[in-house]
């Protein structure tokens, strides 16, 4: 099993910054890939960014592009993502995620998820 335990959202004005963490937990032996998912209300949850702990390889979703910034930390087992230029249609809550394979985009393919952080970005 791997706990995942999410910070660092919040309340931001469009086209400020903010950066969420992810620390793992529990079985870390097995190569996996690690990323976040977001969720506003009335909408379906969508990949942001995935990052493969083995190698580095990153996806992002054609709407974060360029503005967000997904890195790891394989000495902490933390995972985080830079969020910069957001928008109002950043607002969501965000989780973070964890899998056995690459590359998965459906968030039927991740068995591990954190609690949700709640972004909210104020035009």
Known sequence: QIQLVE???GLVQA???LRLSCAA???SSISYAMGWFRQAPGKERDIVAVIRWS???TYYADSVKGRFTI???NAKNTV?????SLKPDDTAVY???ASTGWLNT???EYDYWGQGTQVTVSS
């Open 7 to 9: 910070s660092g959202g």
């Open 25 to 27: 937990s529990g079985r």
């Open 106 to 108: 459906n968030a039927y």
């Open 15 to 17: 086209g400020g910054s």
């Open 80 to 84: 985080y993502l830079q969020m910069n």
């Open 55 to 57: 190698g580095g390889d």
């Open 71 to 73: 890195t790891r930390d």
């Open 95 to 97: 989780y973070c995620v």
